[in-house]
């Protein structure tokens, strides 16, 4: 069991920046990886970024390639979204979630795919204001 917690939501300009972070406890590095996924109100959940724990890779949306960068911290089992130049069309529910099934391939089709992911936080709210 993975149980992961997010933080760092809340009110910026346009502009501005936030960093999330997602905190996990359990087995998470028998997992492939994290990912962040957003949901805006009326709109269906979206993949945001990815980062693998072999290797490091990430993989990002088109929509935030650019603006937003995710990490991790090994020892502290956390895994962090920096997003800079926030626009009111990233305002939307934020979640992280743990990758624990295996697909072929990389990025598209496989890291960007909520059903991959089995462990899900309870989300941390960002709003973006014009």
């Known amino acids: 069991q993975v149980q992961l917690i997010e933080a760092g939501g809340g009110l910026v300009q346009a502009g501005g920046s936030l960093r999330l972070s997602c905190a996990a406890s359990?087995?998470?590095?028998?997992?492939?990886?994290r990912g962040w996924f957003r949901q805006a109100p009326g709109k269906e959940r979206e993949f945001v970024a990815a980062?693998?724990?072999?290797?490091?890779?990430?993989y990002y949306a088109d929509s935030v390639k650019g603006r937003f960068t995710i990490s991790r911290d090994n020892a502290k089992k956390t895994v962090y979204l920096q997003m800079n130049s926030l626009e009111p069309e990233d305002t939307a529910n934020y979640y992280c979630?743990?990758?624990?099934?295996?697909?072929?391939?990389?990025?598209?089709?496989?890291?960007?795919?909520?059903?991959?992911?089995?462990?899900w936080g309870q989300g941390t709210q960002v709003t973006v204001s014009s």
């Open positions: 980062l693998r724990w072999s290797g490091g890779l990430t």
């Open positions: 979630a743990e990758r624990s099934r295996y697909c072929s391939g990389y990025g598209y089709g496989c890291d960007d795919q909520a059903d991959y992911y089995v462990y």
């Open positions: 359990g087995r998470t590095f028998t997992q492939y990886g």
